[in-house]
């Protein structure tokens, strides 16, 4: 897990993976061997509170404390996958300056 702007991670930190905006893993950062790390299951869709999670292709997000993470994966439940995260660009709003004519 990578550090960004305004963003450090530690331990302790809720990670979230998400599938259609629906909460479908969850877990918090630990340290191992000096580095912030994480390990999350994605639940697999199903009835009830799953309904909605992972199959084979769908999209999954992810959030470290409040900050989105750039990365994303492919929800697969074929093989343990290693994702890096790091936090999203932080968005930027760009307004017009209107000046009034003298």
Request: proline share 7%; charged share 10%; net charge positive.
């Amino acid at each position: 897990m990578s550090a960004g702007q305004s963003f450090t991670p530690t331990a302790g930190l809720p990670v979230k993976a998400r599938i259609g905006g629906k909460v479908c893993g969850q877990a918090r950062t630990s340290v191992y061997e000096g580095q912030v790390v994480y390990a999350i299951n994605v639940s697999a869709d199903g009835p009830g509170s799953m309904a909605g999670c992972g199959s084979f292709g769908k999209p999954v997000s992810f959030t470290v404390g409040s900050r989105a993470m750039a990365a994303t994966a492919t929800w697969d439940n074929s093989a343990v996958a290693e994702l890096p995260l790091h936090p999203a660009a932080a968005n930027s709003i760009f307004l017009p300056i209107i000046l009034k004519a003298r």
